[in-house]
């Protein structure tokens, strides 16, 4: 335990190297915002409510689920893995002392730590410079209960990234995989519009698939609704890690021997 | 302009021969913003369950606008993008002195070199999604509105094209264009999802002029659906010609302070 936790420490210190970024990362949180706020700007001209939602309800979602997607930062590692198998050099991961799906949580876990602290730092300015009256739940129930959907959420997206890294040993290119992935991520995990705006019986079918997890619902449940779903959320959602796990074991054990590294 | 062609021709010739070899990747960039593109339908068809207008566009209004930045993007995946997108890099690994002593324009054969064919499903897809905005708003399209609409189609892949070369050719100036061109991807990723006509204030200063990707899908629908105007007209054709002034001066400015690392 202790050597990953070095490894997340490690990362940590090695973002402040990266100075620049941190502030590109926290002015990107805007984009979602202005998004947010220009369309439904629009939309609420007008009207108090729109879907059971409020405008400062509604850039509330919004400001919490930006966070959200700004600090699930796991997309690299698949691009990590990818490319290093691809030049040769995923030996590096290989002969390291540690289970390689352990030290990219780690590695996670490391720069999560340290982007979120800018990040929620970014996220009171856009609620200050929007002047948005910002809904927070008052519930410590729904609180831990979302923060431990969060994690367990982050957890689940660098296994699936571990994933398809993985899936380079047996294909050839995953760009366009990862590139489509992505699209889809973005509106699966709600951080485009709230999916309660999706027909019912839609949402009954993402409720079965761990990304309604991801995003959506702990910004639903920090902004006071949906609380009858934490519960059942916080099942789905474990037992698709602990699936994810057994897969990805299963698959780095089958194609790990497909790989040529440099030097091997 | 006959030698041009020829060249142009040749380009596209070997960029098939090249894509030819790696047949998985030619349909790529298609199955990537096809799916983009298909989302955001999906968005504003969730949207329009709750409103009945955005900015004072309905539902068929906003799939045609959909449909344009689709059209735009897929014209500008198949025709120029991934040559322009490569500037940086020549000119950071010196590989730019190759285009230098060639005895054709520079930009031109950048600009043509890696033409990408797997794109135009994309651009038949987007015709797709307009045909059903047309039908779906019940829009009445006349001869001249559609030829007023391919004009602006036109123009705007024009202006994209410039805004491409404009955010590029910085890096004759500056050692990392990377947060430039993270900026264009945030005002394209913006302005695909919001049409023009919602923007207000500082906002439309931004994406009309500064950024201008917030016209470039919303006046060619104006002009489909009728309500486009001569003020629109004039103001689209000055930001084009202002664009491309701008383009010219960066371009031929950088090609002069250019430093081949590599001697």
Same mark, same amino acid.
């Given at each position: 335990m202790r050597k990953y936790r070095e490894i997340a420490v490690t990362y940590l210190k090695a973002q402040l190297v990266w100075r620049a970024d941190v502030i590109f990362n926290m002015i990107f949180t805007i984009g979602k915002i202005i998004f947010a706020r220009i369309l439904w700007g629009a939309i609420f001209e007008g009207k108090e409510m729109v879907a059971g939602f409020t405008y400062h309800g509604m850039m509330s979602y919004y400001i919490i689920s930006s966070f959200l997607s700004q600090i699930e930062m796991s997309g690299g590692i698949s691009r990590e893995i990818s490319d290093r198998i691809r030049n040769g050099t995923f030996s590096r991961y290989m002969v390291i002392p540690v289970k390689i799906d352990r030290y990219f949580l780690a590695m996670e876990a490391g720069v999560v730590a340290f982007y979120m602290v800018f990040d929620l730092f970014a996220a009171g300015i856009w609620i200050f410079l929007f002047r948005i009256q910002f809904v927070f739940t008052g519930e410590l129930l729904m609180i831990v209960g979302a923060f431990m959907m969060i994690l367990l959420g982050l957890v689940f997206m660098v296994q699936l990234n571990y994933y398809l890294g993985l899936l380079t040993l047996k294909f050839q290119e995953i760009g366009t995989f990862l590139m489509i992935k992505d699209n889809l991520a973005a509106f699966v995990t709600g951080s485009m519009i709230p999916l309660v705006l999706l027909p019912a019986e839609i949402v009954a079918v993402m409720r079965v698939f761990p990304f309604y997890y991801v995003t959506y619902l702990p910004a639903m449940l920090l902004t006071g609704r949906c609380r009858e779903e934490m519960a059942a959320g916080l099942l789905v959602l474990s037992g698709w890690c602990i699936l994810m796990e057994l897969i990805n074991r299963r698959t780095y054990e089958a194609y790990r021997l497909k790989f040529d590294g440099v030097g091997i | 302009m006959r030698k041009n062609k020829n060249i142009i021709k040749e380009l596209v010739? #070997? +960029?098939?021969?090249? #894509?030819?070899?790696? +047949?998985?990747?030619?349909? /790529?960039?298609?199955?990537?913003?096809?799916?983009?593109?298909? $989302?955001? #339908?999906?968005?504003?068809?969730?949207?329009?369950?709750?409103?009945?207008?955005? /900015?004072?566009?309905? +539902?068929?209004?906003? $799939?045609?606008?959909?449909? =344009?930045?689709?059209?735009?993007?897929?014209?500008?995946?198949?025709?120029?993008?991934?040559?322009?997108?490569?500037?940086?890099? &020549?000119?950071?690994?010196?590989?730019?002195?190759?285009?230098?002593? &060639?005895?054709?324009?520079?930009?031109? +054969?950048?600009?043509?070199?890696?033409?990408?064919?797997?794109?135009?499903?994309?651009?038949?897809?987007?015709?797709?999604?307009?045909?059903?905005?047309?039908?779906? /708003? /019940?829009? *009445?399209? *006349?001869?001249?509105?559609?030829?007023?609409?391919?004009?602006?189609?036109?123009?705007?892949?024009?202006?994209?094209?410039?805004?491409?070369?404009?955010?590029?050719?910085?890096?004759?100036?500056?050692?990392?264009? =990377?947060? $430039?061109?993270?900026?264009?991807?945030?005002? !394209?990723?913006?302005?695909? &999802?919001?049409?023009?006509?919602?923007?207000?204030?500082?906002?439309?200063? !931004?994406?009309?002029? !500064? #950024?201008?990707?917030?016209?470039?899908?919303?006046?060619?629908?104006?002009?489909?659906?009728?309500?486009?105007?001569?003020?629109?007209?004039?103001?689209?054709?000055?930001?084009?010609? $202002?664009?491309?002034?701008l383009t010219a001066v960066l371009w031929n400015r950088g090609i002069r302070r250019y430093h081949s690392p590599s001697s």
């Open positions: - | 010739k #070997l +960029r098939f021969q090249n #894509l030819m070899m790696f +047949r998985l990747g030619f349909f /790529g960039p298609f199955f990537v913003d096809g799916s983009l593109f298909l $989302i955001q #339908l999906m968005v504003f068809e969730a949207v329009y369950s709750s409103v009945d207008s955005i /900015g004072g566009w309905e +539902r068929g209004e906003m $799939i045609i606008f959909i449909g =344009t930045f689709s059209l735009i993007n897929g014209l500008n995946m198949v025709l120029y993008f991934f040559g322009v997108n490569g500037i940086p890099d &020549k000119i950071k690994s010196g590989e730019m002195d190759l285009y230098l002593t &060639k005895p054709v324009s520079p930009l031109l +054969r950048l600009t043509f070199e890696n033409v990408n064919p797997g794109s135009i499903p994309l651009v038949l897809l987007s015709f797709g999604i307009i045909g059903y905005g047309i039908l779906e /708003g /019940g829009i *009445t399209v *006349t001869f001249w509105s559609m030829l007023k609409y391919f004009w602006w189609i036109l123009l705007m892949t024009i202006l994209w094209y410039e805004m491409e070369v404009i955010i590029r050719s910085m890096s004759f100036f500056v050692v990392s264009t =990377t947060s $430039i061109v993270s900026m264009e991807s945030a005002g !394209i990723d913006l302005c695909m &999802k919001i049409p023009g006509v919602a923007f207000r204030g500082v906002y439309k200063i !931004i994406f009309y002029c !500064i #950024l201008p990707y917030g016209i470039m899908a919303t006046f060619p629908t104006s002009a489909l659906i009728g309500e486009d105007s001569l003020q629109m007209m004039l103001f689209g054709m000055g930001i084009v010609t $202002i664009f491309g002034i």
